[in-house]
């Protein structure tokens, strides 16, 4: 059981938008920057935030990440088909001394 | 173009051992910490290790659940990152996959299949 809560999925029609939470605690998001990661079926997870609210380059600005307190959010705006993917948040965790991984939400594009 | 390509992974029987490669190419391997995450089948991201730079003493931190039983080592003269697991259990079955950094993941690698079972 991840101590980074999200909802296990999430839907909306294409151009909707969406909003994936990520809850934690003090010794984890309240302290630490945000990653969100992105996983597309049978391929390995991709960066798609860092520290909170950056994007790498070559990910689209429909893709946003935000922090307040403990927890977290990633909004995907004008939802597109390809965007049908698991999306994980994760932090450091300085009770753990190591990365922390929420459980992951499925994103599903209706 | 940031590269990692894990290799070693395949079927293996309860209480053997298997190591794991991470080979890197299109950074400075030695500037950077190195971390393995693995992920059971259906299942979600799980932390195995982390193992930092030289000039942090190339300190190793583990999982509880991998902690005695799991190694992890660099070798900068070669750009690659290993990790060795030992007394192998059914639940360590899934896709290893190795990271870029300790606490800023970026690039992560495409993955190797682990399955532990007689």
């Known amino acids: 059981q991840s101590v980074l809560t999200q909802p296990p999925s999430a839907s909306g029609t294409p151009g909707q938008r969406v909003t994936i939470s990520c809850s934690g605690s003090s010794s984890n998001i309240g302290s630490n920057s945000v990653y969100w990661y992105q996983q597309l079926p049978g391929t390995a997870p991709k960066l798609l935030v860092y520290s909170n609210n950056q994007r790498p380059s070559g990910v689209p600005d429909r893709f946003s990440g935000s922090k307040s307190g403990t927890s977290a959010s990633l909004a995907i705006s004008g939802l597109r088909s390809e965007d049908e993917a698991d999306y994980y948040c994760?932090?450091?965790?300085?009770?753990?001394?190591?990365?922390?991984f929420g459980g992951g939400t499925k994103v599903t594009v209706l | 173009e940031v590269q990692l390509v894990e290799s070693g992974g395949g079927l293996v029987q309860p209480g053997r051992s298997l190591r794991l490669s991470c080979t890197t190419s299109g950074f400075t391997f030695g500037e950077y910490p190195m971390t393995w995450v693995r992920q059971a089948p259906g299942k979600g991201l799980e932390w195995v290790g982390s193992i930092r730079t030289k000039p942090y003493g190339e300190t190793i931190e583990y999982a509880a659940s991998v902690k005695g039983r799991f190694t992890i080592s660099r070798d900068d003269s070669k750009n690659i990152a290993y990790l060795q697991m030992n007394s192998l259990k059914t639940e360590d079955t899934a896709v290893y996959y190795c990271?870029?950094?300790?606490?800023?993941?970026?690039?992560w690698g495409q993955g190797t299949l682990v399955t532990v079972s007689s």
């Open positions: 994760a932090t450091w965790d300085d009770s753990l001394s190591g990365p922390l």
């Open positions: 990271l870029r950094g300790r606490k800023n993941l970026d690039y």
